[in-house]
């Protein structure tokens, strides 16, 4: 009766992917969290659902990197009682030949013996194919080929690369290659994230016009990122580029004292602070009519401002100046952005006078009237190389 149920199960398993399957259960978050759940069904005999949890445990975990391989071996054996032997063996092979120094190896070879020895063909090749459809394998080709491209990780109506990698683990695909393709989407996503809160031609404020499409299409890659596993350092890029998203869309939308709760955090960051928070910051301060906090923080701000910086904070204390009514000190400040002085490095060309030849001509003849010894009128010329003529 036991194997006649265990039978009965697996054929129901097989009528959903189990990435589906998985995906149902609202407590597999994490990788811990599914190979907890995994275990559990594991040791209750419910194994459709425990090789469902542990393949899931390899997706939220790509490749199973973190974990060592583990859910690839336990996925192996909860398919054996199964008595599904092919698939059993592909994953048991997995196991074997990305994780050959992990301490089971000779107990884990033996189960891949025990396992082929039960398989109705087993001089068949153990390959994808004996668990994947065609198409999925090509799926997974095209996303690895797309991101060896760099082709868009999010396009229009939610198309691009971050798509089919959720595409491709929606329908189960969990090789262990999954952790290359989510460490390169990853870069992507940040990368694309980043340039949309950057003005056009890599100008360095972002964009605070009418135009919400650059913050909607940060927040779809915040949510694209937040499927992914993040390292230490990549979740907190991730939450100051929440913050900064936030932020933006609070000033977009005149939520000023919701975009100073934003911006004074990432503030406290200075590491990781983007370098044109100044400014954020101080037209926050000034759209809460704090006009004086904001003077301050642009002062603060000037001495260490960099080149591309200089001029929005110049231009935002010109505003802040003439709301004082001190016009002279604002117009100074709108003449430093409007004719910079040179810097050092910056060669200073004076105009030639009026009607002077250009400066890459050669200077004219020098022409002088000297008085001879005898009185008479002579003429030198001195011509350009320095001779007399």
């Known amino acids: 009766m036991r194997r006649l149920l265990l039978r009965a199960a697996a054929a129901a398993a097989l009528l959903l992917t189990p990435a589906l399957a998985a995906a149902q259960d609202p407590n597999t978050r994490t990788a811990a969290e599914a190979m907890s759940a995994a275990k559990d069904a594991y040791n209750r005999e419910d194994y459709p659902q425990a090789a469902a949890l542990y393949l899931r445990a390899a997706q939220l975990d790509p490749g199973a990197r973190t974990l060592k391989g583990e859910p690839y071996r336990n996925l192996a054996r909860s398919l054996f009682w199964q008595e599904r032997f092919d698939h059993a063996a592909f994953w048991y092979d997995v196991y074997l030949k990305k994780w050959p120094k992990n301490k089971d190896f000779d107990q884990v070879s ?40 760099d082709a868009p990780a999010l396009t229009a109506q939610g198309g691009g690369t971050a798509a089919l990698y959720a595409l491709a683990v929606e329908r189960g695909y969990a090789l262990p290659d999954l952790a290359d393709a989510a460490d390169l989407l990853r870069e ?86 983007p370098p044109y928070l100044p400014y954020l910051h101080a037209l926050a301060l000034l759209r809460a009519s704090r006009p004086d906090d904001a003077l301050q923080r642009v002062q603060d701000a000037l001495p260490a401002a960099t080149p591309q910086l200089r001029p929005w904070l110049l231009l935002l204390r010109a505003e802040l100046l003439r709301a004082q009514d001190k016009d002279a000190d604002a117009a100074r400040d709108l003449l430093a952005v409007l004719a910079p002085a040179p810097t050092p490095d910056t060669p200073i060309k004076l105009a030639p006078p009026q009607g002077a030849p250009p400066s890459d001509e050669p200077d004219p003849p020098t022409v002088k009237t000297l008085q001879g010894s005898d009185g008479e009128k002579t003429i030198k010329i001195k011509t350009q190389e320095g001779k007399n003529d």
């Open 110 to 149: 033996k189960e891949l013996q025990s396992v082929n020895a039960k398989r109705a063909n087993p001089d068949q090749p153990i390959t994808p194919s004996l668990v994947y459809p065609q198409p999925l394998l090509d799926l997974a080709a095209t996303l690895h080929q797309r991101l060896k491209d």
């Open 188 to 273: 992507d996503l940040l990368r694309e994230l980043e340039r949309r809160l950057q003005q056009p031609d890599d100008a360095p404020i972002p964009l605070l016009g009418g135009d919400a499409e650059p913050i909607a299409a940060a927040a779809e890659r915040l949510r694209a990122l937040r499927t992914l596993p993040l390292t230490k350092p990549q979740l907190q890029r991730t939450a100051d580029l929440q913050l900064l998203t936030d932020a933006l869309r609070a000033l977009a939308n005149s939520q000023h004292r919701d975009a100073l709760a934003a911006l004074d955090t990432l503030a406290s960051r200075e590491d990781t602070a």
